[in-house]
Structures are given as C-alpha cells and as structure tokens.
C-alpha cells in the first residue's frame, strides 16, 4: 500500500525528470516541477513518510540538508518535563522551607513574650529574692501613661472605669437617667439595671482609686491633704468625667451635685475658687441636656465643680478677611456674622436640646474658663461627611475655625460622632485632627486608639 501510494504521487509530478537533492536546494532553479513540488508536495508529511519516516528517527536520512529543522532528539520532551518537575520540587521545597523559617521565627517571638524570665518572673514574690519589695502604695496604675483620649460611653465596656484608665484615657462618658430620685447608667432605657448606677460604676471607685494614690504614711502624713491623680506616672494629670443628662436637665442637677459629695468632701474635684480655676484630680463636666444656665449660676452650682460642654459650632473663628463657607454636607447651621441671632433668644427659653443647645447663651463669648472646660460638636453633623477618603477644603476651614475659636477661649476641642468604618478612613480623620490641634479624641476603640499605629499612612479602604 504505501508503494502504491508513492508510485501515485510520483506520476502526478509535471516533469518526467527526476527531481535530485541539489535541484531542490538550488536557489537558482525556477523550473516549474521544482514550484509545483514545493507548493504542493513538499510537506513535511509527503517528505518524511515518503524517505522512511517513523518515531525513532523524526528526520529523514533522505531529507535535504536545506530542509532539515533543528528538532528535538529523540526523549527531549521526557527529558524537558523531567526537569520542569524538578524545578516545580525544587520551588516547593525552597517555599517550605521559607515559610518554616517565619513560622519558627514567630513562635521564637511568642516564646520571648509569654515565658517569663526565669531570673525577673518570681522577684519579689513571698519566699524569693526581692519579698515584698515589687510594690509600693501608688501602684495602682504603674506603668500607664496619661494620653489625651476620650472614652465614648464607657459605661458599654466589660470594665467601665477600668478600661479607660488602663489604657490610658484621661477622659470617660457616663449617661445618667433619673428614676426614683436615683441615678442611673446607661444609652437607653431598655439598658438600665438597679446595681449600675453613677455611684457605683463611677464615684465609689473613683474614690477608693484616689484614696490609694494618695496614702497616709509616715513619709507621707498629709495623705488626706495631697491630690494625686489615678494616674501614677502623671499625679497632677486630671481624669474627667463627662457626665451626659438623659433625661430633664433642671431636674437631674440638684441630684448629681449630691452624687459627687463623696468625691467633693475629700477634695478630689476641680472647682473654681472665684478668681482661679483650682485643678484636682477629677473634672465633672456636664453635657447633654445639662443647662448652662444652672452650671453658670451661683445658686444652683454653688461649689462650682460642675463645668459645662460648650457649643463648639458656635465658636468659629477665620482669620482676617476669611469668610466662613460651610461644608456642602454639614448639616449644622452656619454660624458667621449672625452667629448671636442663631442661638436662643434667652438661656431659659429653651431646654432639653441636647449637647450645647440646653439653656444656652446669647452669645459664644459667655463660655469660658469659668464655667466651661470643653467645647464639643457631633463632627457627622458639624462637618459632614469624608468624600472620596478625604475632607475637602471647606471642612477643613470649618474645623480650623472651631479649634481657633474655642483656644481662644481657652477651651479644649473634642468632635463626637466620628466615622468609625473603614478602618483607615477612621484613622485618616484621628490622624488629622491631632495634627491640626484637636485636644480630645472621641473613641470608641479604646485598643485601636492606643496600642495601634493608626498614625501610619494607609488607604482610607482598608
């Protein structure tokens, strides 16, 4: 059969010449055989099965020497996969061993942080080297460092109180309600409990913190005398706390005057002496529906230890010449030459309008060091929303102008309601704040505020 098929295919060429090696390498023949051959029979299927053509020898040894292609040897592609497989081992183990290194690498680290130090670990505990000597009266909060932070209803956490100062916070927010002439914590009446109320997640251990830091001992026998704050590292530093009215204001006051007496009697909060504001180791500050009108009079606040959380919206300032031109997403009412027509009329005309609104002055410039210790607004409302990751030159002249405003009062500046969610886009705003000169930063992640680096530069995504 393949004679036959070979003796076809030679009767169809046009000559009846032979075609020799050398005609078909010859770059100077043009015959017409030579054409017809190279367009029609001159396939590498025609030439090698017609000159003995089989798997074991993949170029023809009557192939001309013009037409041979540099193929593979015989085995080259067992041998080609061969060594991909080997690379693809060798790329696996190398991989391995990396991530065996890291991993190795990340318990040595664990190692490091949870085994103690056979030599520090049992120093000064009863029976071994240093007995008694690894304590001393104020070590309550050894170690922590005051920073300027606020912790947002910090009755929510699993230690309220507790967990703010451990972090370091120099600032909690309680939300008191009145029922049955008690106070009450909580963000809802749906949370409220008998047992948590303003005297026992708050002044009672407020109390007995303070009275350890400041201990009477024969090295130190004016203990009743002395003011040392909850913080062990900064004495002089002051905790505030924020206390939020839920419910009518003129009607909860007389009640938290009365609540902060064990506090008062010990000489623990700050108050203004007439003429000097006198620093202690706790700030009561009112806000919500607490009215500025009882907080700044005489009668009602007669110790004058209760301050107010002024209206920071109020407050904006420009520089000369500088028009305010408010975010196209506030919410807020503009305050600018008007700004004495915007707020009420008089400061009982109108009550229970939430923070900075209750009670209110005519003017801005009636909050000051006397009654007044922060000044603060919802940022979501005050300076809108963050767009496209970042805040647009209007809301960054909006809040340059508070910040003006309220230090020019002497008043520190703290924005509630900050968005929380991206991560990074809660960062950026933290980042900008502190860096422009926001002395109070709101949080609600106690943990990503002060033990992460969210100062970092990241994506407002993430």
Known sequence: ???????????????????LKQDLCDPNNSSDAINTWWLGRCSTRALTRDNGYS????????????LRRKTARPGFRREEKSMRGHRTRCCARIGLGTGLIQLFGVLGGLLIV??????????????????GLSS???????????????????????????????VGCISVEADIWLFDEELYIGHSLASLTPNRTLASLYVDPLVQILEKQNPTT??????????HGVFDTAPEQSLTLLIDFKTSGSALFPYVLSALEPLRSRGYLTHRNGTHTMHRPITVIGTGNTPFSLVDSNLTNPYHDIFYDAPLAAMWEGLPGEILTPSPKSESPVYGADIDASLPESSASKVDMGQGMSGAAQSPDAYTLENSVYASVSFA??????????????????????????????????????????????????????????????????????????????????
Not at 433 to 441: C, I, Q
């Open 218 to 227: 024969r090295f130190h026998p004016d203990g009743n005398v002395s003011h």
């Open 136 to 166: 001393w009266p104020t070590d309550f909060s050894r170690g922590i460092n005051p920073i300027p932070c606020h912790s947002h209803n910090d009755y929510w956490r699993r230690v309220p109180l507790y967990s703010a100062i451990e």
């Open 381 to 462: 409302q005050a300076i809108g929303h963050v767009l496209y990751g970042k805040l647009s030159d209007a809301q960054m002249n909006l809040i340059r102008g508070h910040i003006r405003g309220a230090h020019r009062r002497g008043l520190k500046v703290r924005y509630w309601e900050l968005p929380f969610w991206p991560i990074g886009l809660r960062n950026y705003v933290w980042d900008l704040l502190v860096k422009e000169g926001v002395d109070l930063l709101n949080v609600d992640d106690l943990k990503g505020a002060t033990k992460t680096n969210w100062g970092s530069k990241a994506g407002w995504w993430s």
């Open 55 to 66: 798997r074991k020898n993949p170029i023809p040894w009557s192939t001309p020497d013009c």
């Open 1 to 19: 059969m393949r004679k036959a098929a070979a003796d076809e295919e030679q009767a169809s060429f046009p000559s009846s010449e032979p075609l």
């Open 114 to 131: 949870f085994v103690p130090d056979r030599i520090t670990d049992k120093w000064g505990r009863l029976g071994h080297i240093g007995q």
